[in-house]
């Protein structure tokens, strides 16, 4: 409640004296309303447990992070400065290898080099060579039923890589 004179308002309602006079119940519930707002981060570690449980989110970003960053992915590598990718295809009884080659990102063009390559689907391994000039060697492996996976090894001089991919 307020009047109202001109220029001069007077309210005659004060807060402190409703809460002195109300019940514990009001207080509280007062007490709830009044509080500071924390923001995000303050709602996130407002108590022990919540402390407890986003230390242990950030340990787990932390440790999937560094476990993606050392084991990287299979189905592609770096080999003699060329980034290697290794795809697989079952398609009526046969198992269609396919290794693509590109030079490394952000990096002068390599200089071109031979890669031999042993492909295994199930207990079927073939050799093959793939020429300087090309960027891709394919290769066809026949098989009795579809496999789950594909490896091959990747080799130029002493360097090796190897690489495993899921059979589509």
């Known amino acids: 409640m307020e009047t109202r004179e001109k220029d001069n308002v007077t309210y005659y309602y004060n807060r402190e004296r409703r809460l002195a006079n109300a019940s514990e119940q009001a207080r509280f519930a007062a007490t709830m309303l009044t509080r500071k707002r924390t923001g995000f981060f303050g709602t996130l570690v407002a108590s022990a447990s919540l402390k407890v449980m986003f230390v242990v989110m950030v340990l787990c970003v932390i440790a999937s992070g560094l476990l993606y960053l050392s084991t990287g992915t299979r189905d592609k590598g770096s080999l003699a400065g060329y980034s290697v990718f290794l795809s697989a295809l079952w398609f ?72 495993i991919c899921p059979v589509k």
Do not use: H, W
């Open 92 to 163: 009526e009884g046969d198992v269609y290898i396919s290794v693509n080659r590109s030079p490394g990102f952000l990096k002068p063009a390599p200089v071109p080099v031979q890669f031999s390559m042993l492909a295994t689907v199930g207990r079927e391994a073939v050799s093959f060579i793939l020429p300087a000039a090309e960027a891709s060697g394919k290769i066809k492996m026949p098989v009795r039923e579809k496999p789950k996976l594909a490896a091959v090894i990747v080799s130029c001089g002493d360097e090796k890589l190897d690489l």
